[in-house]
T-cell receptor, first 113, second 111 residues
């Protein structure tokens, strides 16, 4: 079975540009999570969807970040405008049921110059 | 106070050694517990779930102590390929099903 799929794997952009990260969760999984990982702050939860509905977005840093899940097989995380401090690895993870384990995608390594 | 705390290490051990990691969690209502492994520049991957009675998977043993609110991972006969960062994870069903990740413990197994 295919795991969680993320694209692009690497993104280099300039400050002020819009960045869109994409995620396809594992088929049949009901929950989707977006995380950000940096050396300084570790793994941080940005937003959590259940059945395509955002349940908790308290981790979204500011209004420049937005996430959508238009259907069960696709989600996007958008940063507009991007800033150098957004440079990090962004992971998407999916989960079949609550209390089940989460499966991570390979991540998108974002560099904002 | 962080939800999950781990010693960052690094733990530098020779091949064949036994090494143990501990992790503490702050909320006694936490219900599910996991150990994840993360290799350099890769995504976290589930190593094993942690059950109340303790559980073993080959060279790996996980234990949970609810009274003291800590989780442990024991690796026996360590291999070079065990070198990675080990993340302790607590599932907070009481808080929107959040997974709280520890900052990770780095293990270096040397020949």
């Amino acid at each position: 079975d295919a795991g969680v799929i993320q694209s692009p794997r690497h993104e280099v952009t300039e400050m002020g540009q819009e960045v869109t990260l994409r995620c396809k969760p594992i088929s049949g999984h009901n929950s989707l999570f977006w995380y950000r990982q940096t050396m300084m702050r570790g793994l941080e939860l940005l937003i959590y969807f259940n059945n395509n509905v955002p349940i908790d977005d308290s981790g979204m840093p500011e209004d420049r970040f937005s996430a959508k899940m238009p259907n069960a097989s696709f989600s996007t995380l958008k940063i507009q405008p991007s800033e150098p401090r957004d440079s990090a690895v962004y992971f998407c993870a999916s989960q079949r049921d609550e209390a089940d384990t989460q499966y991570f995608g390979p991540g998108t390594r974002l560099t904002v110059l | 106070r962080k939800e999950v705390e781990q010693d960052p290490g690094p733990f530098n051990v020779p091949e064949g050694a036994t090494v143990a990691f501990n992790c503490t969690y702050s909320n006694s209502a936490s219900q599910s517990f996991f150990w994840y492994r993360q290799d350099c520049r890769k995504e976290p991957k589930l190593l094993m779930s942690v059950y109340s009675s303790g559980n073993e998977d080959g060279r790996f043993t996980a234990q949970l102590n609810r009274a003291s609110q800590y989780i442990s991972l024991l690796i026996r006969d360590s291999k070079l390929s065990d070198s990675a960062t080990y993340l302790c994870v607590v599932n907070a069903l009481y808080n929107f099903n959040k997974f709280y990740f520890g900052s990770g413990t780095k293990l270096n197994v040397k020949p």
